[in-house]
């Protein structure tokens, strides 16, 4: 079983300034069945990055998403106030079970 | 423009039944596949169960042999009979539809909740 971690717990930026997301795969696991969400307080989840890369339908391109090995990253380029959510990421395996990591909290100073 | 809108949560007595149900509108239901994910309070996403296209289903280790999806096709509905709740199936229980890519959700209800207590 894969399991995902990720890092900082929580990320404390001003406005303006660029967030970089980390998850961790425990094992190799295709690009192609990761992706990242972003929830809201008292909002469900709605799906940035799929593919590990490529963005969601209607997600702005300050969202931008990587991957190398077992290392998944989401970049938020300058944060707005509106992106102040839980982040989590998730990856698929053929098993088929989905995945997602504990998440990591975005605040907006 | 699609539309997820989950019900049937509630508080049931542990070892008790629910059925959630999650109405579709915008796409058709049997054309996707389909999952419920949940989110115990204030904790992370863990997914439960998906049901693909073909009627094909399967299930998270923590619910198998206790929860069943179905889905109704005359009425675009999904469900999940959830039997033998345990305190810990406490949760917001969202449907999701798959991505067209088949390995993600890119559309999700507002979720309902179930609170398993005595």
């Known amino acids: 079983e894969v399991v995902l971690t990720q890092s900082p717990g929580t990320l404390s930026l001003s406005p303006g300034e660029r967030a970089t997301l980390f998850c961790r795969a425990s094992q190799g696991v295709s690009s192609t069945y990761l992706a990242w969400y972003q929830q809201k307080p008292g909002q469900a989840p709605r799906l940035l990055i799929h593919?590990?890369?490529s963005r969601a339908t209607g997600i702005p391109d300050r969202f931008s998403g990587s991957a190398s090995g077992t290392d998944l990253t989401l970049t938020i380029s300058r944060l707005e106030p509106e992106d102040c959510a839980v982040y989590y990421c998730?990856?698929?395996?053929?098993?088929?079970?989905?995945?997602f990591g504990p998440g990591t909290k975005v605040e907006i100073k | 423009e699609v539309q997820l809108v989950e019900s049937g949560g509630g508080l049931i007595q542990p070892g008790g039944s629910l059925r959630l149900s999650c109405a579709a509108s915008g796409f058709i239901v049997r054309s996707n596949y389909m999952s419920w994910v949940r989110q115990a309070p204030g904790k992370g996403l863990e997914w439960v169960s998906v049901i693909y296209s073909g009627g094909y289903t399967y299930y998270a280790d923590s619910v198998k042999g206790r929860f069943t999806i179905s889905r109704d096709n005359s009425k675009n509905t999904l469900y999940l009979q959830m039997n033998r709740l345990r305190a810990e199936d406490t949760a917001m229980y969202y449907c999701?539809?798959?991505?067209?890519?088949?390995?993600?959700?890119?559309?999700w209800g507002q979720g309902t909740l179930v609170t398993v207590s005595s």
């Open positions: 593919g590990a890369s």
């Open positions: 998730q990856q698929y395996d053929t098993s088929p079970t989905w995945t």
């Open positions: 999701a539809r798959g991505a067209f890519s088949g390995y993600e959700w890119d559309y």
